[in-house]
């Protein structure tokens, strides 16, 4: 199985303000997505995050708003910009295992947005 | 598009067995993923399902049946810490679709 965390582990900013969370992995990993739980809810997926080249996004999601960085096959980073209230939720980073029959997620980032 | 359905909420009684239903309608099916997640914390892997049949786990098994868009995972002897809620996720291409979870209740 794969190790994952992600720092900060939880974080309470100011609206306009933005946000880098961390996602370092264990072991070189092909996939690796991003994930929101808003609450009370279950998990969407916001993007998937390649490395070398551009994150792909899901309908709602832009690269603006969550800009991806994935410089090597064991981190990845997502920003959270200019947030607003409506972005306070728990956001994870996850990774699928090799043969694709598991996928792991890291312990997440709890962020709230006064 | 997706949809995925599972019931809201269920309770058990400890040492009892306990069966969550997910049934799903993709435009495309590629595995079925059981999750657990406790309050608060991260969701943790419990099973994978590609082909149809039973897959057993220790006091968790599941099933699949492709042709009815249809899974289930089954919790035996029940224990207080498997209250929780349970993901059912179906994989489209590479990606993961999340049903809304069931919040499981085991009371003594």
């Known amino acids: 199985s794969a190790v994952i965390s992600q720092k900060p582990s939880r974080d309470i900013c100011q609206r306009g303000t933005s946000l880098t969370i961390q996602c370092q992995v264990d072991?070189?990993?092909?996939?690796m997505f991003w994930y929101r739980q808003q609450p009370g809810q279950s998990l969407t997926l916001i993007a998937t995050?390649?490395?070398?080249?551009?994150?792909?996004?899901e309908s709602g999601f832009v690269i603006d708003k969550f800009p991806i960085s994935r410089p090597n096959l064991t981190f990845s980073t997502l920003t959270v910009s200019n947030m607003s209230p409506e972005d306070s939720s728990i956001y994870l980073c996850s990774v699928r295992g090799r043969g694709g029959d598991t996928q792991y997620f890291g312990p997440g980032t709890r962020l709230t947005v006064l | 598009g997706q949809n995925i359905d599972q019931p809201t909420e269920m309770t058990a009684t400890e040492g009892a067995i306990v069966q969550i239903n997910c049934t799903y309608q993709t435009s495309g099916f590629n595995g079925l993923f059981w999750y657990q997640q406790h309050a608060g914390e991260a969701p943790t892997f419990l099973s994978y399902?590609?082909?149809?049949g039973l897959e057993e786990k220790g006091r968790f098994s599941s099933f699949l049946s492709r042709s009815k868009g249809y899974s289930y995972l089954l919790l035996k002897e029940l224990q207080m810490k498997d209250s929780a809620s349970y993901l059912c996720a179906v994989v489209n291409d590479y990606k993961l679709s999340f049903g809304a979870g069931t919040t499981v209740t085991v009371r003594a």
């Open positions: 072991s070189q990993v092909t996939m």
């Open positions: 995050a390649n490395q070398g080249s551009e994150a792909t996004y």
């Open positions: 399902n590609v082909l149809d």
